[in-house]
Structure formats: C-alpha cells, structure tokens
T-cell receptor
Framework: EAGVTQFPSHSVIEKGQTVTLRCDPI?????LYWYRRVMGKEIKFLLH????????ESGMPNNRFLAERTGGTYSTLKVQPAELEDSGVYFC?????????????FGPGTRLLVL | AQSVTQLGSHVSVSEGALVLLRCNYS??????LFWYVQYPNQGLQLLLK??????LVKGINGFEAEFKKSETSFHLTKPSAHMSDAAEYFC????????????FGRGTQLTVWP
C-alpha cells in the first residue's frame, strides 16, 4: 500500500511568488491534515479536512494560504503571495478512524524556501 | 490548550548505551500520545502510541514508552542504542480516539557515537 506522498519535495521561490503544494493521502483515508515546521520550532497544525470539507482551519496563519481538497482525494495548499516567514517544511498526514482509534500517517514533507 | 514539552533538543549517547528521550504533556484530560521518528531526508514515521489500553507501550525498533499520569510524562526509552537510531524524535498528543490536530513537541535530535 502506497503511503502519503507529497510534491514537490523541495521548492525555492522568491518573495511575492506563488507556490502550490500537493498531497496525496493513503487511499481510502477520509482525514487529511496539513502541518508546518518552521526551522527550530515545533511542528504546527494548519488545517484538517474530512473528505472534501474543512473540519478545522484554525491553524492557517493568514489569508495568503488556501487549501483545497476537491473530490475528497488529493489536497493542495497554495501560498500566494509567499513571504520570507513562510519558509519551512510542510507536512501532510492522512488517517482513517478504526476500532483502534486514529493514527496519522505522514508524508515526507515539502521543503519550501522563500528568498 | 494542550502543550507538549520535550526536554533536550539534542541527546548524544554511545552505541550500546541506554536511550532516554523525555516528553511531558499538559492537559486536564489524559490525551492520546505518540512518538514519531524522522530519519534524514524522510518523513515522520510512527514509533508507538499510547491509547489508554496499557501504560507501557512497545513500539518498533526496540523502543518503548511508559505513560505516567502522576508525572504527566511519556518518556521514550531503548535499552541499547544502535547507530541506525540516529534521527530526530517527536512526541505528540491528540485529544481522543478521533484525534483532530496533533500537538507536537519541538523534537529531540539523537546522535549515536560509535
């Protein structure tokens, strides 16, 4: 079974440009999460989808960030326009609730550098 | 709000020595607790999780963690370190069986010396 995949693995852009990150969850997982780790700090929650609906987007830093999950499969996270402080590693995770509870499975992350 | 504290951003041990990575959480309700590991250039991999079934949780690669409610701790241990254990370790907490967001500690970088 394929794990969570993320694309691109790395992205270097200039301040003011737009970047779109993609996450493909494990097949059949209804829950999809985005997290971000800024250098030297903890991994922080951004938002949570259940299927195509935003369950919790309280972690989104500002309106320059837009997440979508059309059709309840893959998700995109767009940053427009990018600022220097947006640099970091963006992780995606997916999960399915079972009798044993919920475990989030993480992708390898996208390393974003804004110059 | 829940918070997770990992004491020590860097831990160094010799190969064969005991590994102890510390994690404390704050919450009025015992959460679900996790340890994840990130090897260089890879994503986060689940090591083990506590879901209230047993206070001593065994994970992969010989790691285990003990939930101590009185100390609000969930420290990760391994009796004998191996070079391949060198990685960054993250403690995380979620609210319940349907987790929602996870709250992470800042991570502990483990170095293993030969």
């Amino acid at each position: 079974e394929a794990g969570v995949t993320q694309f691109p693995s790395h992205s270097v852009i200039e301040k003011g440009q737009t970047v779109t990150l993609r996450c493909d969850p494990i097949s059949g997982h209804d829950n999809l999460y985005w997290y971000r780790r800024v250098m030297g700090k903890e991994i922080k929650f951004l938002l949570h989808f259940v299927k195509e609906s935003k369950q919790d987007e309280s972690g989104m830093p500002n309106n320059r960030f837009l997440a979508e999950r059309t059709g309840g499969t893959y998700s995109t996270l767009k940053v427009q326009p990018a600022e220097l402080e947006d640099s970091g590693v963006y992780f995606c995770a997916s999960s399915q609730v079972t009798g044993g509870g919920e475990t989030q499975y993480f992708g390898p992350g996208t390393r974003l550098l804004v110059l | 709000a829940q918070s997770v504290t990992q004491l020590g951003s860097h831990v160094s041990v010799s190969e064969g020595a005991l590994v102890l990575l510390r994690c404390n959480y704050s919450s009025s309700v015992p959460p679900y607790l996790f340890w994840y590991v990130q090897y260089p250039n890879q994503g986060l991999q689940l090591l083990l999780k506590y879901t209230s079934a047993a206070t001593l949780v065994k994970g992969i690669n010989g790691f285990e963690a003990e939930f101590k409610k009185s100390e609000t701790s969930f420290h990760l241990t391994k009796p004998s370190a191996h070079m391949s254990d060198a990685a960054e370790y993250f403690c995380a907490a979620g609210r319940g069986s349907t987790l929602g967001r996870l709250y992470f500690g800042r991570g502990t970088q483990l170095t293993v010396w030969p």
